[in-house]
């Protein structure tokens, strides 16, 4: 693991003098990581690559830092150990950043707990690179009752370098036409195989089905995608299937998959993969217990790999095409949203997975969810509509990352 540590120091420190001054801090950091020890002047040939890392050696730089406001990154962390004045510096810089609007961070204490902090920010900053340049296929149009999920495509690539492509749907005719039934003969077979139980759906729904899987999943290889939102509903009327098992093959691929052409939950669903890397469970909430504090969220469509077993359905509201009943594992999760026209909102909430059910009138994989935290957020201050979940308790992590890039927390 390399780390660029840009050296802010005063004219009276060369390189050699730094290492004398702060060879604690040094030493250990060497210990865990490769240290490219850059001076400011050559911040401009920095691998960005790497994470960078601002050592303020001395004081008497806080002009130095001020200069190079446009090549700092973002958010910025500075590295202090105190010696040479440059705590000092360091907390009149933070100041001074925080006066136009951008985040930093002092590493500042123990050599070995520095360390471990950089570690965490290392993993956020791997996780930002990934999302830096993904490319989003929005496969239609996001459905028309989706009235407070829209995205500015151009804000969103301004603070997240991720970019939505809008994909005409006849692109996904052409394709699912030209495919053929024994051509994903077998696919389905095998499918067909890991099931628990087929209900509702015929041999004919799932030939239409898997061809829409590999229509879709052609676009994505051509393009390049990282992740694909889908205006699953407008199929129907061409294809006369739903894109259920199409956008849970998909996951199960690597390739991120959301339904009903949904902006916010398809970013949701990669950041959440590019930083704890979990895929996620895309669902309405549907039944709210306030006493209890728990609630209930479905959708007809889950990973396979996500469930412990799952039953082959028919989509719920229209009783057309294959839906996925998953079965997942109880225990630990945490629920996710990320919200606003520039995705700089967020709720966050651990909870506990305690039941699958199965209501006749919900979508077809339900799970029933006691929260940790205060359920009337849904009630009173929601995100929209879908909302992501994921196993594993990941609270400290979503809001460390989410917060230094300025998102506020929804409550």
Avoid at 226 to 242: H, P, Q, R
Wanted: proline content about 2%.
């Amino acid at each position: 693991m390399t780390i660029n540590l840009i050296t802010f120091a005063s004219v009276l420190h060369k390189d050699a003098n730094i290492r004398n001054s702060h060879e604690a801090i040094v030493n250990e950091l060497e210990r865990y990581f490769s240290l490219n020890i850059i001076d400011y002047t050559q911040i401009n040939n920095v691998d960005k690559n790497h994470l960078s890392v601002l050592f303020i050696a001395t004081g008497g730089v806080e002009k130095l830092v001020a200069h190079c406001i446009e090549q700092l990154p973002r958010p910025t962390i500075m590295l202090a150990d105190g010696m040479q004045n440059s705590l000092a510096a360091a907390l009149e810089i933070s100041s001074w950043l925080r006066g136009r609007g951008l985040k930093s961070e002092i590493l500042h204490g123990e050599p070995g707990h520095i360390a471990t902090r950089i570690m965490k920010l290392h993993k956020n900053f791997i996780a930002q690179q990934q999302l830096s340049g993904a490319r989003i296929g929005v496969i239609g149009t996001p459905s028309s009752w989706l009235i407070a999920s829209s995205v500015d495509y151009l804000l969103a690539k301004r603070r997240w370098g991720v970019e939505y492509i809008d994909v005409q749907l006849e692109k996904v005719y052409e394709k699912y036409n030209r495919i053929t039934d024994n051509e994903v003969g077998e696919a389905c077979a095998q499918f067909a195989s890991r099931a628990l139980a087929c209900r509702e759906a015929s041999p004919e729904d799932l030939l239409k089905a898997m061809r829409l899987y590999r229509a879709i999943k052609e676009i994505c290889d051509e393009e390049k995608f990282s992740a694909i939102t889908l205006s699953c509903f407008k199929l129907i009327e061409k294809t006369g299937t739903t894109g259920c098992l199409a956008l849970s093959l998909l996951n199960d691929d690597g390739i991120i998959a959301g339904c009903e052409g949904d902006l916010q939950s398809i970013f949701t669903l990669i950041f959440l993969k590019k930083l704890t890397g979990k895929t996620g469970f895309m669902a309405n909430p549907s039944l709210i217990n306030a006493k209890e504090n728990e609630i209930i969220l479905a959708h007809c469509t889950v990973g396979t790999q996500l469930t412990e077993k799952f039953i082959i359905r028919s989509h719920f509201e229209t009783e057309k095409g294959i839906g996925i009943q998953g079965i997942l594992p109880s225990g630990d999760i945490t629920v996710v949203k990320c919200g606003g026209e520039s995705l700089d909102e967020y709720f966050v909430a651990s909870g506990r997975l305690v039941e699958n059910t199965n209501y006749i009138n919900m979508c077809r994989t339900q799970i029933r969810v006691k929260l940790d935290t205060d359920v009337s957020y849904f009630l009173k201050n929601p995100l929209g509509n879908h909302h992501m979940v994921i196993q594993g308790n990941y609270v400290d992590e979503i809001n460390e990352f989410l917060q230094a890039y300025g998102c506020k927390q929804i409550n």
